[in-house]
């Protein structure tokens, strides 16, 4: 079983929730979070819990992942 957690956004509303999923299913989320609780190192530390899951996979297309680290740009 190969478990993984992501931050999800949906952009409308700007919710963001922390999701495992294992094998591409959601099992598991936290949220919703602000983007300053939004921490790519404690990703795999959070309290998560399946309450939310299923509105999570029924609404799937409503959201994008999230970024948890800002692409380097090299200075011009």
């Known amino acids: 079983m190969d478990v993984e957690h992501e931050y999800w ?3 409308e509303i700007g919710a963001i929730w922390a999701v495992e999923l294992s094998d ?5 989320c936290h949220g919703p979070l ?3 609780e ?3 190192d404690a990703l795999d530390f ?3 819990s399946p309450v939310g899951v299923t509105w999570l996979r029924e609404n799937r297309r409503r959201f ?3 970024p948890t680290e800002v692409p380097y740009i090299p200075p011009t």
């Open 38 to 40: 939004v921490n790519g």
């Open 24 to 28: 591409e299913e959601v099992v598991a």
């Open 64 to 66: 994008i992942e999230y």
């Open 34 to 36: 602000t983007p300053a």
């Open 9 to 11: 956004v949906e952009p």
């Open 46 to 48: 959070l309290q998560y």
